[in-house]
């Protein structure tokens, strides 16, 4: 059974810290591991993604300040989120990719205060 389980999430001022980590099971030869963000009446949109071999993708507006990190042996994968902005307040939801499949985790919110 496939579940993707996310935790971290919560209430933080603006400028503060919060880690997000996602544990994978039930999937088989996991390719790109990664976090999108949906904030209300706004489509679902990049935040990082992180390949096998550790490349990684930011989106411009988290550059700097978002970092993506896995464990292969593990099938986790964690944001690390500094400098957050209120702007950054969003559902996070943890993907991953295992070809030809997309999996989806139930979403963590993250709310930043100003």
């Known amino acids: 059974q496939v579940q993707l389980v996310e935790s971290g999430g919560g209430s933080v001022q603006a400028g503060g810290s919060l880690r997000l980590s996602c544990v994978a099971s039930?999937?088989?030869?996991?390719?790109?591991m990664g976090w999108y963000r949906q904030a209300p009446g706004k489509q679902r949109e990049l935040v990082a993604t992180?390949?096998?071999?550790?490349?990684?993708n930011y989106a411009d507006h988290v550059k700097g300040r978002f970092t993506i990190s896995r464990d292969n042996a593990k099938n986790t994968v964690d944001l690390q989120m500094n400098s957050l902005k209120p702007e950054d307040t969003a559902v996070y939801y943890c993907?991953?990719?295992?070809?030809?499949?997309?999996?989806w985790g139930q979403g963590t919110q993250v709310t930043v205060s100003s």
């Open positions: 039930g999937i088989f030869s996991i390719n790109v």
């Open positions: 993907n991953v990719q295992s070809y030809p499949y997309d999996y």
């Open positions: 992180i390949s096998t071999g550790g490349s990684t």
